[in-house]
C-alpha cells in the first residue's frame, strides 16, 4: 500500500473518530440538561426542537449565572410567609384577589431574591434554571389568573392556581440549609 493511501485512511479514521467524540459530547450534554430541567427541558423540545432546546436552556443557564441570587434571610422568609398565610385566608371572601395577590407576592420573593422581573415569559425562562421542577406550575397559575381576567376560569381553577404558585413561593423560600445559591447550581448539574 502506497503512503498516499494509508494517510487517506488515517484522515477517514480521525474523522470518524472525531465524529464519534463530537456526538458523544453532545449527548452528554443533551442528557445533562435534560436531567437540569427535566419536563422543562421536554416542553422547549416540543416547541423549539431537540438541538434548538440544548441551545436555549444552555443560554438561559449562562443568563441566570450572572444574576446576584440570594438566599432569603429568616426574618424576610418569616414575612414572605405571614404575607402569604394572609392571601390564602382572603381566598374565601375574594379568590381572584388572593389569586392577583399571589402572583405579585410570588413576584416581590423573585425580586427579593435577585431575579429580574421582567416579562412573565422572561421570568418564567429564568425561574426554570433554579427550579425546574415547579416552574410549569407558575406557567398554569399565570394562564389561570389570565383566563380569569376574560371571565372564564371558575372559583376551582381560582384554587388551583393558589396551588400552583404555592409549589414555587415553597421553592423560592428554599428553607433548607444556607447554602449558596452557586453551590446548590453545581450540585443540580
Not at 24 to 46: D, I, M, Q
Not at 82 to 95: L, N, Y
Not at 148 to 162: F, I, K, P, Q, V
Request: aromatic content about 8%; proline content about 4%.
Amino acid at each position: 500500500m502506497d503512503s498516499r493511501a494509508i494517510a487517506i485512511i488515517v484522515a477517514v479514521i480521525a474523522v470518524v473518530v472525531l465524529a464519534a467524540v463530537f456526538f458523544a459530547l453532545r449527548r452528554r450534554r443533551t442528557e445533562a440538561l435534560r436531567r437540569r430541567f427535566g419536563p422543562e427541558y421536554e416542553r422547549v423540545a416540543r416547541q423549539s426542537g431537540p438541538q434548538r432546546a440544548d441551545a436555549i436552556l444552555a443560554e438561559r443557564e449562562r443568563r441566570v449565572e450572572k444574576f446576584p441570587l440570594r438566599r432569603l434571610a429568616a426574618d424576610e422568609r418569616e414575612r414572605f410567609v405571614s404575607e402569604w398565610r394572609s392571601i390564602q385566608a382572603h381566598f374565601v371572601d375574594d379568590p381572584a384577589g388572593a389569586v392577583a395577590n399571589a402572583d405579585l407576592l410570588v413576584g416581590c420573593v423573585m425580586e427579593a431574591r435577585g431575579y429580574p422581573v421582567g416579562n412573565f415569559d422572561q421570568r418564567a425562562a429564568d425561574i426554570s434554571v433554579d427550579h425546574p421542577r415547579v416552574v410549569e406550575n407558575y406557567r398554569a397559575a399565570h394562564e389561570i389568573a389570565l383566563r380569569h381576567r376574560n371571565g372564564d376560569a371558575s372559583t376551582e381553577d381560582l384554587r388551583n392556581a393558589m396551588i400552583y404558585y404555592r409549589s414555587l413561593f415553597d421553592d423560592l423560600l428554599d428553607t433548607s440549609a444556607a447554602a449558596p445559591v452557586a453551590t446548590i447550581r453545581r450540585e443540580v448539574a
